[in-house]
């Protein structure tokens, strides 16, 4: 098992960053590599430039607290992240962190370190895509709530 930890400082109260961060069905808007992103419920589907595709399901997803867990799991991998924005009305921090396990331990710290590289420069997207909008005349909407919106459990 690898963990992976990545954030990033935006100069966005977190209401307004989680606008984007928290619209689960539209990573694509944000996330290098991939071009299609919507959800089917809790599933999420997405479609890489490369030409693949993946499903991941969203596990948990709490808009009042601000984060949402998902997984993608195949029969040699499986990953877990959790895409959290904490702040105030001035500034905001989004963490994404995940948990690698594959049936074959020596590829985890790869793809543990091709995720940490990937999530970085999705964050860095995510900061100057909201950045931007914040200096937009016009206000952004809100995600519509994923998954039912299901809270944490206690």
């Known amino acids: 098992m690898h963990n992976v930890e990545a954030h990033v400082d935006i100069n966005v109260g977190a209401v307004i960053t989680w606008r984007t961060a928290g619209d689960a069905g539209n990573i694509a808007d ?38 949402y867990t998902f997984e993608f799991r195949q029969p040699s991998v499986h990953i877990e992240s959790t895409l959290t924005v904490d702040g105030d009305n001035e500034a905001s921090t989004v963490r994404w962190t995940a948990t690698v396990n594959t049936a074959n331990p020596g590829d985890e710290k790869q793809i543990a370190d091709d ?8 964050l860095q997207r995510l900061r100057d895509r909201v950045e931007l909008g914040a200096r937009t005349a016009h206000p952004l909407q809100s995600p519509a709530p994923c998954c039912g919106a299901r809270r944490r459990p206690d």
Not at 32 to 55: K, M, Q, Y
Not at 115 to 122: G, K, N, T, W
Request: charged share 25%; no cysteine; hydrophobic share 35%.
């Open 30 to 67: 944000w996330v290098p590599g991939l071009t299609i992103s919507h959800l089917d419920g809790d599933v999420r589907h997405i479609e890489f430039e490369s030409g693949g595709s993946a499903i991941e399901r969203i596990l948990r997803y709490d808009d009042e607290a601000q984060y």
């Open 115 to 122: 995720i940490a590289r990937l999530y970085h420069s999705a």
